[in-house]
């Protein structure tokens, strides 16, 4: 009987290690594409998005013509850093700061992605900076710039958990062999 037991476990372990892996994909997925953290993950036209109501279905693009070009810090037009300093702006909706200002690589595109495209970007070391499930939780405890969507000053609400609760969900994503969703 014990053995009966033991065999039902080991089968039903890669089953539970999905399950547990996908429900912390779902926490993760739910910050990656908050507007909080996907308005800055965009794509290859360079624009960041704002938005003053917070829904994803109505953002716009940054003000003033504002082009990140490909260096992705603005140099080629209006240096992010002319407005965005190192703080945030004490006004609502002020200009938001952090210690470098940038928006991520193109191939880290979030914004408009489904949760299954955004998984296998963030598995693709070619779309995520060559980094390992592992760096990444490093990446969201430790820099600033990521720290940002959850402190982001007046006006605006901070992406949903914790960095340090993140930093959780990714390891537990990971060690439940980090699967992605179908769709």
């Known amino acids: 009987m014990i053995r009966h037991a033991f065999a039902l476990v080991v089968m039903a372990t890669p089953a539970f290690a999905q399950d547990t892996g996908l ?9 990656f594409s908050h507007p909080r953290c996907a ?25 003033m013509n504002i082009n990140a070009g490909k260096s992705r810090v603005g140099s080629e037009t209006v240096a992010c850093n002319a407005c965005h300093t190192p703080h945030n ?3 609502p909706h002020g200009a938001p700061g952090a210690h470098v ?19 296998a970007q963030v598995k693709d070391r070619a779309r995520n900076g060559n980094r390992s499930i592992g760096d990444i939780a490093d990446l969201v405890e430790h820099e600033g710039l990521v720290h940002y969507g ?8 901070p992406a949903p ?7 959780e969900f990714i390891k537990q994503w990971d060690a439940a062999g980090a699967p992605c969703p179908a769709q």
């Open 23 to 31: 429900a912390a994909w779902n926490k993760i997925h739910e910050v």
């Open 39 to 63: 308005y800055c993950h965009v794509g290859p036209d360079n624009v960041p998005l704002v938005s003053l109501s917070e829904s994803p279905a109505n953002p716009r693009a940054h003000g």
């Open 89 to 91: 702006s004490p006004l």
């Open 101 to 119: 200002w940038a928006l991520p690589p193109v191939e880290m595109q979030w914004f408009g992605k489904s949760s299954a495209e955004i998984c």
């Open 150 to 157: 959850w402190a982001p000053g007046p006006g605006r609400e």
């Open 161 to 167: 958990y914790s960095a340090t609760q993140l930093v």
